[in-house]
């Protein structure tokens, strides 16, 4: 008779991922985020996506190699869970043990190699303006030792929309080009592009983003809408608020917008 081998082979390692950092240096903007999931490798193997805050099962035990890639929703779209092109992977060895739980607490950080165009509103000047589709402009206010833009339709007033400068030289050829916004908002807010070709001005309009009492981040996937724009002089980038109900007044609040590629 064969005797019954244990089952020990089958009892796995677990590493915990409750919190993690984003560090940012000053000319990489404010170290906000919405990281939303975790993409892990152990030994170099891929092991799965995980959204946070995560315990992760692991067949390994004794020295391992992790390796963590920073998840977010593409567009804010929930259905849509990417690995962060501009975040650099997390990696540290780990002693694992089966059947115990390891604490890993990821700092993630910008890829070295990444470019920034960015206005928080702190600085002097600013690199956000409305454009001649606004009715109103916005206003900086403070609050906690934090700057941000402020804006409020009432009255009479139906839009409001801001862009940014005009960029000649983003990537193309598929390269990741992102905006990055803090914001909060009672309303529905549209994200676009005006491309300026040497005859004509082309409005891209590009992404629908739900109202957010709280503050919330979100990642806007530019790349397709830069890469396409074959032969084009410039795109600039905006906002737009349209208030659909008069009776009451739309507010948006907007902080940190990074243009990254």
């Not at 082309?202 to 009492?213: D, Q």
């Not at 530019?222 to 109900?245: C, L, P, W």
Request: charge should be negative; proline fraction near 3%; hydrophobic fraction near 35%.
């Amino acid at each position: 008779y064969s005797c019954k081998k244990d089952n020990l082979e089958d009892i796995p390692s677990y590493i915990k991922i409750d919190t993690f950092n984003l560090i940012t240096n000053s000319s990489e903007g404010a170290n906000t985020h919405n990281i939303t999931d975790v993409w892990i490798y152990a030994n170099d193997q891929l092991r799965g996506a995980f959204e946070l805050p995560a315990t992760i099962p692991l067949l390994h035990t004794d020295s391992t190699n992790i390796k963590i890639f920073a998840g977010i929703k593409d567009n804010g779209i929930a259905g849509a869970r990417v690995r962060y092109h501009f975040y650099k992977s997390y990696e540290e060895d780990v002693f694992l043990t089966k059947d115990h739980v390891t604490n890993i607490t990821p700092e993630f950080q910008y890829i070295e190699n990444a470019k920034f165009e960015i206005e928080n509103f702190e600085g002097v000047g600013i690199n956000i303006d409305t454009t001649i589709n606004s009715e109103i402009n916005f206003n900086v206010v403070s609050e906690n030792n934090n700057k941000f833009a402020s804006v409020n339709l009432d009255n009479n007033y139906l839009t409001f929309e801001a862009g940014t400068d005009d960029f000649e030289d983003l990537p193309q050829q598929g390269s990741p080009v992102y905006i990055e916004m803090d914001y909060k908002t009672n309303q529905t807010l549209l994200v676009g592009s005006y491309i300026s070709y040497p005859q004509s001005v082309l409005n891209n309009e590009l992404l629908f983003i739900s109202p957010k009492e709280e503050w919330h981040k979100i990642y806007i996937n530019m790349t397709q809408t830069v890469s396409e724009a074959i032969g084009h002089s410039s795109i600039k980038f905006y906002i737009n608020m349209f208030r659909t109900d008069t009776t009451e007044s739309s507010w948006l609040k907007f902080d940190n917008i990074k243009i990254v590629y």
